[in-house]
């Protein structure tokens, strides 16, 4: 919400545009401007309209030094890039905001159809884009079909309807509750794995976590996710590289990972990622890089969707919210 507020500068009042933000430490800063003549006399509904673009450049590099000061940087989440994320997540934040509630359900489902199409694609998934809306939103199924991809499909918006009301956290309780319900129908296998399981990458065997070990070694990595210094979304690279090496469950690590780095994303208030199927060979090439102890293959390709993924779903429709003047 913005005020008007009054300053008094030699011996004369000055009316001001106030904008209070809160940053990601909770901390509330406010944002200032100087009126123009007879713009005190509007209504915080006009102000807001008027100084939009202002309001929202500003907030952008507020948000952007917050984080700059705040997170460990590298050469691939340098402070320039840092800065671009901070304005995307600024950009998501105030969209989501100026919507209104049908609205909102239809860019988030929109997202939510592509998300669940490529996800599922990537594991061998053979439902196309219109397959899965008609599942998703029409709540039938597709003749011919196996009901396993249909079931995929089904579970997989509960699981993403869920990460975009904040009611996932990176906790092991919330993980094995993820893989629960992705494998309702399909699996009575839910819980860490009993067995062991390996990954084939680059036509050979990758070693994983042994049962006996995945809680430990799933503690370790939420306990290093809480106390991490770096960015947000190098933590989801990283998350999601260490989370597929310890592979914890005996089906659906792949999904499950990728619905992870839309937790950390969206808990830390930014926008949502999509990996496209398109894009499968090089996913895979950044994994097993990540296996042999390189990550910046992953870290770049996850900066890469994310900001492909919010400028076709997100970015597009801002200029169509801002207020008209």
């Known amino acids: 919400m913005v005020r008007v507020s009054w300053k008094r500068i030699g011996g004369r009042k000055y009316a001001y545009l106030a904008h209070s933000i809160r940053l990601p430490d909770g ?23 008027k100084y939009s673009a202002f309001l929202s450049e500003k907030e952008k590099d507020m948000a952007g030094k917050w984080a700059t000061k705040h997170y460990n940087g590298s050469y691939i989440f340098s402070s320039e890039e840092m800065r671009k994320i901070e304005a995307a997540g600024v950009g998501y934040a105030r969209l989501l905001k100026k919507l209104d509630k049908a609205r ?18 990537i594991e061998g998934n053979s439902l196309t884009l219109k397959d899965v809306a008609i599942v998703m939103f029409e709540k039938e199924t597709v003749p011919g079909k196996p009901l396993r991809e249909i079931y995929e499909t089904r579970n ?10 904040r009611k996932l956290g990176i906790t092991q309780k919330d993980i094995i509750r993820m893989h629960r319900i992705l494998m309702r129908d399909i699996d009575t296998r839910t819980g860490y794995k009993r067995i062991p399981n390996v990954i084939f990458r680059a036509e050979r065997e990758v070693p994983t976590t042994p049962p006996e070990d995945v809680e430990k070694e799933m503690g370790k990595l939420i306990e290093w996710y809480n106390n991490s210094g770096l960015h947000p979304l190098e ?8 989370f597929e090496k310890i592979h914890p469950f005996e089906d659906g690590n792949g999904r499950v990972g990728r ?41 770049r390709l996850m900066l890469r969707h994310f900001k492909d993924t919010f400028r076709k779903f997100f970015e597009i429709y801002i200029r169509y919210a801002e207020p008209a003047k």
């Not at 901390?27 to 509904?45: A, H, N, P, Q």
Request: charged share 30%; net charge positive; glycine share 6%.
């Open 156 to 165: 997989s918006r509960a699981v993403v309807e869920l990460i975009m009301r």
């Open 259 to 299: 619905f992870l780095i839309n937790v950390i994303l969206v808990n830390s208030g930014y926008p949502p990622l999509i990996i496209r199927k398109t894009s499968r060979r090089a996913y895979m090439s950044a994994l097993t890089a990540f296996d042999n102890g390189h990550e910046d293959k992953l870290k």
């Open 104 to 121: 909102k359900k239809d860019i988030l489902d929109r997202f939510t159809a592509n998300f669940t199409y490529d996800s599922n694609a």
């Open 27 to 49: 901390t509330v800063t406010t944002i200032t401007k100087r009126l123009e003549e007879g713009d005190e006399r509007k209504g915080s509904g006009a102000l807001a309209r």
């Open 235 to 242: 933590k989801a690279a990283i998350f999601h590289g260490r």
